[in-house]
């Protein structure tokens, strides 16, 4: 399980056709990152078969300038920790490369590939003060991190912190963090939506409107015409 024969494996599914696979998904500005040009059913494909690859190989995947072998390491990373038998000491060693090589997750689908599992479930009985650390950082995609992950949370019905960590987001200036803030409280609001309306009740008028428009997204037609008149006001 070698990060160079995964690279090989990978590199094999290569096509003109997808080069443009950079330019389509990823919104960093790095000027380094490039497209191997492969499909993403090949990559998930292929980081199941090395799913047994160590962290000292999934490090060297991780310093890939290709995005596609990034993809693959975050993958075999998510794999790994969603996976039964992985051991609590093997989750928080994912937990713990996760955040430290952040760099490297400088994407969109990097973060909601890996933080729901590698994050969120790991967080789900330990204090979470690393996600409120997150919200404030400089860096949008560890922003978005600290908003995806609390949807291990969601799924269980523990929607505090998803509020919480939406509240110091609120008026991000990033699109992308806007957006992961509307979807996430709306996937709150589905457990319970008394929380969410009392969440747009106070900041309805003064989020961005992307934002506003994520989450209500699935309330009934008059709760949404009331919300967003509230930002037209």
């Known amino acids: 399980m070698k990060a160079r024969a995964f690279i090989e494996k990978l590199s094999s599914f290569s096509s003109d056709k997808r080069l443009n696979v950079v330019e ?9 990152t490039k497209p191997l040009g492969v499909k993403f059913g090949d990559v998930f494909n292929t980081a199941k078969e090395f799913i047994d690859m160590s962290l000292e190989e999934i490090n060297v995947l991780l310093d890939s300038e290709y995005y596609e072998i990034r993809m693959g390491a975050v993958s075999i990373m998510d794999f790994q920790a969603r996976r039964k038998r992985t051991s609590e000491e093997r989750k928080k060693q994912l937990f713990g490369l996760y955040l430290s090589r952040h760099d490297r997750l400088n994407n969109w689908d990097f973060v909601d590939r890996g933080s729901y599992n590698i994050i969120g479930e790991y967080l789900i009985d330990k204090p979470r003060d690393v996600l409120f650390e997150l919200a404030k950082s400089s860096d949008p995609w560890e922003r978005r991190t600290a908003i995806v992950s609390t949807y291990a949370f969601i799924k269980k019905g523990d929607l505090d912190d998803t509020f919480k960590i939406a509240a110091l987001l609120i008026h991000d200036e990033h699109e992308l963090i806007n957006k992961a803030v509307g979807s996430w409280i709306r996937e709150a609001g589905k457990k319970n939506e008394k929380m969410l309306k009392a969440f747009l009740d106070e900041h309805a008028h003064s989020m961005p409107r ?11 037609k008059q709760a949404k015409e009331h919300y ?3 930002k037209n006001g």
């Open 24 to 32: 389509k998904f990823f919104k960093g500005n790095d000027g380094v």
């Open 210 to 220: 992307v934002t506003l428009r994520y989450a209500v997204e699935k309330l009934d």
């Open 228 to 230: 967003m008149n509230l």
